[in-house]
C-alpha cells in the first residue's frame, strides 16, 4: 500500500505543476517576448510600454482603492453579522447559513447585472421611480462610479469574509470583555483593547483574502467600471488583448506580471496571518459555549436588517433578472410593464445559434470538466494526507498555488501555452484553464474528508487480503462520497459561472454562458442577457440539487 501510495506522488507532481506552474512559466517568457507569433524573440519593450503608460498611475489608483474598499465593506458586514449569529439571540439563525452559502451559486456577472439595472443612469429601474415621484431631469445615483463598484464586490465578497470570521468569533471568550469592564473600562475602550485586538488575525485574514478576490474579480470592474470608464489591472489587461487592431499579448502578459506579483504577496500574507491565530487562542476547553446576549427591543429590529441583506444577496438580483427578461424595455413594475410581458427575449435568446452554443459548452464543461476535477482532487489529496513526505508536502503547496492566481493573468499565460500547440480555439483549453483555476475547490473538501477517515481500515483491509483498488473502491470511496460532491459541486457551478479566464481563451466556437452574457451587456441586450442569465442560474442550481440527491442515495447505499 505504502509503496502504491509514494508511486502515485511523482505522476501528481508532474500534472499539477504543469496545471499551477505552465501559466506563469509562459506568461514570464511572454512577457519578455515580442508577440504570439514571435515567441522567445527576447525584449523589454513591453515593459516599457507597460510601465511607462501615463494611464497606469490611475489605474493602479483606482486598483488600490477598489480592492481595499471592497475588502472594508465586506469585512465590516461579515463582522457585524458574525457578531450577531455567533453571540446574540437573534431569530432565524438559518438566515446567517444562507447568507454565508447561497450567494455562491449567483453568478458575479449576474449579480453586476442586476444592480446595472436597477440604478444605472439612463434606464435604470430605481432611477426611473425617482423621475416619476420627484420630477428629476437627470439620473439621481449612478452605478457606474468607484463606490458602486466598492459597494457590489463588497457584497458579493461578503460570505468569503463572513466564512473566515465567524469560527473565530464563535470561539471569543466573552469573559475578557466583562473581565474589562469591570475594571472600568467603557464598551467602546473594551472593543478596541480588547475583542478586536484578540480577533485581529481572523480580521486581518479576512481584509486579505477579500482583497485577493477582489483583485482578481473580472464581473464588477467589467460591467460596472468599463462603462463608467473606471479601469483596474483586470479590465486594462482585458483591453489589452480585446480592442485595437492588433492584439499585444505581450504588452498584456508585462502589465499581468504586476497583478500576479501582488496576489501571491497577499496570499503569502493571508497564511502568515492565519498560522499566527494560535496566539490568540482564548478557549481551550470541550465544553466552552459562548455566552449568549440578549438584545432586547433591538432583536427583531436588528432581524429586519439581516432579511434585508438576505433579499438583496439573494431574492433581488433574480427578481430583477427575471422581470427584464419578460417586458420589452427597462421599465418601472405597473399595471402597464405586467401588460406589455410577453416571452420575446427567451424565445430569441433559444434562436441564437452562439447562445445555444455556449450553453452546450458551459453544461459540458460543468459536468464533464467537475467529474476529471473530482478525480484529480482525489487522489491529490489523498496523497497529501496519507503520505508524509516532503513530497507530498510540496504538492500541497503546488495544488494550493493557483487560488492566488488571478483568473485573466492565468488565461493570458496559458494564452501563450495553447498558442504554440494544437490546443488552441478549441474547447479542451478551457477545460485546462478551468480545472487548473478551480483545482484548490476540489481538493479542500476532500482533503478534510480524508483527515476523517482513520488508517486503520485501510490497514485492516490489507491484513484481510484487500489489494489497494479494492480497499479504495470498498472502503475509502464510500467514506468519502460527502467531499466528493462538495468538490463536484464547487467545480461544477465556478466552471458555469466562469468568466475572467474564460473572455482570454475563449474563440468563436467555444463560447460559453458568461462570455455570451458580458456580450449581450456590451450590446446592452438586457432581455436576452437576463433570461439567458436565469437560465444559468437554473442550471447551476439544476446541478447542484441533482448531484447533492446522487450523493444522499450513494450514502444510504452504503450504510
Known amino acids: 500500500m505504502w509503496k502504491t501510495r509514494t508511486a502515485l506522488t511523482p505522476g501528481l507532481i ?162 475578557l470583555e466583562e473581565s474589562s ?28 483574502l477579500v482583497i485577493v478576490r477582489s483583485l482578481a474579480s473580472f464581473a464588477v470592474p467589467s460591467v460596472i467600471g468599463m462603462p463608467g470608464r473606471i479601469y483596474v489591472l483586470a479590465t486594462h489587461i482585458y483591453r489589452i488583448v480585446a480592442t485595437g487592431y492588433a492584439t499585444d499579448y505581450g504588452l498584456a502578459a508585462a502589465v499581468s506580471m504586476s497583478a500576479l506579483g501582488a496576489s501571491i504577496t497577499l496570499i503569502l500574507l493571508y497564511r502568515r496571518l492565519t498560522r499566527q491565530g494560535e496566539k490568540y487562542v482564548t478557549v481551550s476547553s470541550r465544553g466552552y459555549r459562548p455566552a449568549v446576549i440578549d438584545l432586547k427591543g433591538a432583536k427583531y429590529p436588528l432581524f429586519g436588517i439581516v432579511a434585508l441583506l438576505s433579499f438583496i444577496l439573494i431574492v433581488l438580483p433574480v427578481l430583477v433578472l427575471f422581470y427584464t427578461s419578460v417586458v420589452p424595455y427597462s421599465m418601472v413594475p405597473s399595471g402597464k410593464a405586467f401588460a406589455m410581458m410577453s416571452w420575446k427575449h427567451w424565445i430569441a435568446v433559444f434562436k441564437d445559434p452562439v447562445s445555444l452554443l455556449s450553453l452546450k459548452n458551459s453544461l459540458y464543461l460543468g459536468v464533464g470538466g467537475a467529474t476529471l476535477g473530482v478525480i484529480l482532487s482525489f487522489f491529490v489529496a489523498y496523497v497529501i494526507v496519507k503520505v508524509r513526505t ?71 483491509s490489507r491484513v484481510c487480503g484487500g489489494a489497494p483498488l479494492y480497499t479504495m473502491r470498498r472502503i475509502v470511496i464510500p467514506l468519502l462520497i460527502p467531499g466528493i460532491v462538495s468538490g463536484w459541486i464547487l467545480m461544477a457551478t465556478m466552471f458555469v459561472r466562469e468568466l475572467s479566464l474564460s473572455v482570454v481563451l475563449s474563440r468563436p466556437g467555444t463560447e460559453v454562458l458568461a462570455v455570451q452574457i458580458l456580450r449581450f451587456a456590451e450590446d446592452g441586450l438586457w432581455g436576452r442577457l437576463s433570461a439567458l442569465g436565469i437560465l444559468m442560474i437554473f442550471i447551476s442550481t439544476t446541478l447542484v440539487i441533482i448531484a447533492s440527491q446522487i450523493g444522499v442515495k450513494l450514502t444510504k447505499v452504503d450504510k
Request: aromatic fraction near 14%; include cysteine.
Open 14 to 175: 508532474l500534472i499539477v505543476g504543469f496545471l499551477t506552474i505552465c501559466p506563469v512559466f509562459m506568461l514570464i517568457l511572454g512577457s519578455f517576448s515580442e508577440g504570439l507569433s514571435a515567441f522567445g524573440s527576447f525584449t523589454l519593450s513591453k515593459y516599457a510600454k507597460g510601465y511607462i503608460d501615463p494611464a497606469l498611475a490611475d489605474i493602479l489608483a483606482n486598483t488600490v482603492i477598489f480592492t481595499v474598499g471592497s475588502a472594508t465593506v465586506a469585512t465590516a458586514l461579515a463582522l457585524f453579522l458574525a457578531y450577531l449569529n455567533t453571540r446574540t439571540n437573534i431569530p432565524f439563525k438559518f438566515l446567517f447559513r444562507t447568507i454565508s452559502l447561497i450567494p455562491m451559486m449567483v453568478p458575479h456577472i449576474l449579480f453586476a447585472v442586476s444592480w446595472v439595472l436597477l440604478l444605472n443612469p439612463s434606464n435604470g429601474m430605481i432611477n426611473l421611480v425617482l423621475r416619476q415621484l420627484f420630477g428629476l431631469e437627470g439620473a439621481a445615483v449612478s452605478i457606474y462610479t468607484l463606490q458602486g463598484m466598492i459597494l457590489v464586490e463588497g457584497l458579493l465578497d461578503l460570505p468569503i469574509a463572513y466564512l473566515v470570521i465567524a469560527p473565530a468569533m464563535s470561539a471569543f471568550d466573552v469573559s
Open 390 to 460: 516532503a513530497a507530498s508536502g510540496f504538492l500541497e503547496s503546488l495544488s494550493f498555488l493557483s487560488f492566488s492566481f488571478p483568473g485573466i493573468v492565468v488565461g493570458i499565460g496559458f494564452m501563450w501555452f495553447f498558442v504554440q500547440t494544437p490546443l488552441y480555439a478549441t474547447i479542451w483549453a478551457l477545460l485546462i484553464g478551468y480545472i487548473a483555476t478551480y483545482l484548490p475547490y476540489g481538493i479542500r473538501p476532500l482533503t478534510s474528508a480524508f483527515v476523517q477517515i482513520h488508517k486503520n481500515l485501510e490497514e485492516s
Open 181 to 208: 469592564k469591570v475594571c472600568g473600562a467603557s464598551n467602546l475602550r473594551t472593543l478596541f483593547r480588547v475583542t478586536l485586538p484578540v480577533l485581529r488575525p481572523a480580521i486581518l485574514a479576512a481584509l486579505t
